[in-house]
């Protein structure tokens, strides 16, 4: 299955990998309704993470975190009360902590970590006691690593994992991070430098360049995430601290074809499946996939909606 957040028609589309409708989650009302799927509403839904046949869904517009069961046909919110918060220090019940434009979420162990991109923090929630709260950064706005709690990130947008680390896309900083797991660990930088320094340069340490990068995967041991304002995707090793383009042309566009022909605008969500990656790609309102062995894109043809 492929999950995909329509984000501007405020509904979630599920599809098989070929494109055929499964299901439409939400009626497409801007508005925070929990329920079935055809009498549910989000706000602009962005991120999405999975597990088993439950469905983890960052609400970004109703600053909530929502939860759908996908065998029962019920959505409910876990976390956020659907006002704008600013809160940058302690843990509540998700249901009465406010949250700001969580934008990413990950599921991992129990937990759901979630990239708070409009107070520029990782956050956690213990699915177990329900409790959420600041995983790392201080919510200023800056590339300082050092312990989680000291840390500074800008805008992380996107967030996967290792099993070890979080990595994440920090775009304000046009730099990819980690984050230990370990809450006694360390945020550092992978590639990137600094507030509004960015470009286009593929290298190692650095000479990395990236803009506003926003979608990250974990995929065979190594990361892949959409340089989006550079309208690629790009390969970051964390152990070499190097990138390299593997899908993009560079300039805004729509072609399908061999990888350094194929053309995107402005991509963001990325994930892979079957040998294949997907890519949501977001102003040509379309999905995009890749064969991850010949690097040959097409268009995702969607059927039945």
């Known amino acids: ?89 302690g843990r509540r019940p998700g249901r009465n902590m406010e949250l700001c434009s969580p934008y990413d979420l990950l599921y991992h162990q129990g937990m759901i970590y979630i990239a708070m991109a409009g107070i520029h923090q990782l956050w956690s929630m213990d699915l177990n006691d329900g409790m959420i709260g600041p995983f790392a950064g201080t919510g200023g706005e800056a590339i ?60 190692s340490d650095h000479h990395v360049r990236l803009q506003h990068p926003m979608g990250i995967a974990h995929y065979d041991g190594v990361l892949y995430i959409t340089d989006t304002y550079n309208h690629k995707i790009k390969r970051v090793l964390p152990a070499t601290r190097s990138a390299f383009t593997v899908l993009g042309k560079g300039p805004p566009g729509h072609v399908d074809g061999a990888a350094d022909e194929a053309q995107f605008s402005e991509p963001s969500g990325i994930s892979f499946a079957n040998g294949k990656m997907y890519i949501a790609d977001t102003n040509n309102h379309a999905i995009r996939v890749a064969d991850i062995e010949s690097g040959v894109v097409s268009t995702l043809e969607i059927t039945g909606i």
């Open 144 to 203: 300082t690593d050092g312990p989680l709690g000291t840390a500074e990130l800008a805008q992380p947008c996107g967030i996967a994992t290792d099993g070890i680390k979080l990595f994440f896309t920090d775009s304000e900083t046009s730099s990819v991070r980690s984050a230990d797991i370990d809450p006694a660990g360390n945020v550092r930088t992978v590639v990137g430098l600094d507030l509004f320094v960015f470009g286009d340069a593929d290298g």
């Open 1 to 89: 299955r492929l999950f995909i957040a329509d984000t501007n028609h405020n509904r979630i589309v599920v599809t098989s990998l070929d494109g055929a409708l499964k299901q439409v989650i939400g009626s497409g009302a801007e508005a925070l309704t929990d329920g079935g799927f055809a009498g549910c509403a989000f706000n602009h839904p962005q991120g999405l993470a999975l597990d088993g046949e439950t469905l983890y869904v960052a609400d970004t517009g109703n600053h909530a975190i929502r939860r759908v069961d996908l065998a029962a046909g019920v959505v409910e919110t876990i976390a956020g009360t659907g006002e704008q918060g600013h809160t940058r220090e």
